[in-house]
């Protein structure tokens, strides 16, 4: 079993940055891969960006691609999302992903923390 908890959303006016976090307990987190998935209101919950557990292979959704930049540290158990230039089209409840295949599918990953609201104003 693995844990996973997010952190680091809030509210920021478009162009603005934040950071997100993801910490992770229970199971070897060093041997998963990471994704970071966004829903927005009435809409499906999306890929954003993916980190294999060596952080050797990592993807982006195109709509945040230049913008975001996903990191890990697996000596701390945590994940990062960095997000630049934030647009309102961002606002979503983010959430953190951990599974055994690093992929832009969120049912390949089998555990999935609470989610983190991003609300971006214009």
């Known amino acids: 079993q693995v844990q996973l908890v997010e952190s680091g959303g809030g509210l920021v006016q478009a162009g603005g940055s934040l950071r997100l976090s993801c910490a992770a307990s229970?199971?070897?987190?060093?041997?998963?891969?990471m994704g970071w998935f966004r829903q927005a209101p009435g809409k499906e919950r999306d890929f954003v960006s993916s980190?294999?557990?060596?952080?050797?292979?990592?993807d982006y959704a195109d709509s945040v691609k230049g913008r975001f930049t996903i990191s890990r540290d697996n000596a701390k158990n945590t994940m990062y999302l960095q997000m630049n230039s934030l647009k309102p089209e961002d606002t979503a409840v983010y959430y953190c992903?951990?599974?055994?295949?690093?992929?832009?599918?969120?049912?390949?990953?089998?555990?999935w923390g609470q989610g983190t609201q991003v609300t971006v104003s214009s």
């Open positions: 992903a951990a599974g055994s295949i690093s992929s832009r599918s969120k049912g390949l990953y089998r555990y």
């Open positions: 980190i294999s557990w060596n952080g050797g292979n990592i």
């Open positions: 229970g199971r070897t987190y060093s041997n998963f891969n």
